[in-house]
C-alpha cells in the first residue's frame, strides 16, 4: 500500500473493516458486491484492492494469523511439547470457528495453487511444522504425523461444525478424538 494516494488507502482500509464483518456473518462466500454496496464503493474498486476472493480473504485473516504464528513460536519455549502442540492446535481450532472463513482459507485443495510464501496457509503450516518437529523429536507424537495430517484434522473439523448453532461442542468433541491418536501407534 505504500505509495498509494490518501484516498485509496483509505479506501482500502474502509473495504476490509466492511470484508471483516460480512466474512464474520457470511463465511469465505461472502458477497464481493455487497462488500463493496456497504462501503459505498464500486465492485471494481474492491476488486482494484482484491483481485480475488481469496486476496480479499488473506487480508481479512493476516492479524490473525500473525498472532497465531507469534503464539507457536512463544510455545516453542514450552517444557511439555505435546501439550503445547495441542494448544496451539486447539487455538487454531477455535480462530477458524470464530472467524468463518478462515478455514476455508487454510483448506489446503482448493487455494494450493495459489499458495505463495507469505500466504495464510503457508505462515500457519510453517508456525505449526515447528510446533510438530519438536514434538516428534521428543518422541511426545509419532513421528509419521505431518503438519498436514494435522491442518486437515482442524480444517475438516471446523468445516464440518461451523453451521452448527453451537459448533464449539461438536468441534472440542472431535478435536479430543482426534489428538487422541497423536502419541501412539494405534
Request: with cysteine; charged share 25%.
Amino acid at each position: 500500500m505504500t505509495g498509494q494516494r490518501s484516498d485509496a488507502r483509505r479506501n482500502y482500509t474502509h473495504i476490509l473493516a466492511v470484508a471483516e464483518a460480512e466474512v464474520a456473518a457470511q463465511g469465505a462466500q461472502a458477497s464481493l458486491e455487497q462488500i463493496a454496496r456497504t462501503a459505498g464503493v464500486g465492485s471494481a474498486t474492491v476488486r482494484r484492492h482484491f483481485p480475488t476472493r481469496k486476496a480479499l480473504l488473506e487480508a481479512v485473516f493476516k492479524q490473525r494469523v500473525h498472532d497465531l504464528c507469534d503464539h507457536a513460536h512463544t510455545l516453542r519455549a514450552e517444557d511439555d511439547s505435546h501439550s503445547a502442540l495441542v494448544e496451539w492446535l486447539r487455538e487454531l481450532l477455535t480462530y477458524s470457528l470464530a472467524a468463518r472463513g478462515l478455514a476455508d482459507v487454510l483448506s489446503c485443495q482448493p487455494l494450493q495453487d495459489e499458495a505463495t510464501q507469505d500466504s495464510c496457509a503457508s505462515a500457519i503450516g510453517a508456525a505449526g511444522a515447528l510446533l510438530l518437529r519438536r514434538a516428534i523429536d521428543d518422541k511426545a507424537v509419532r513421528a509419521d504425523i505431518t503438519i498436514d495430517d494435522l491442518l486437515t484434522l482442524i480444517i475438516g473439523i471446523a468445516l464440518a461444525t461451523e453451521n452448527y448453532s453451537d459448533p464449539a461442542t461438536p468441534a472440542n468433541r472431535a478435536f479430543r478424538l482426534a489428538v487422541a491418536g497423536l502419541g501412539d501407534g494405534t
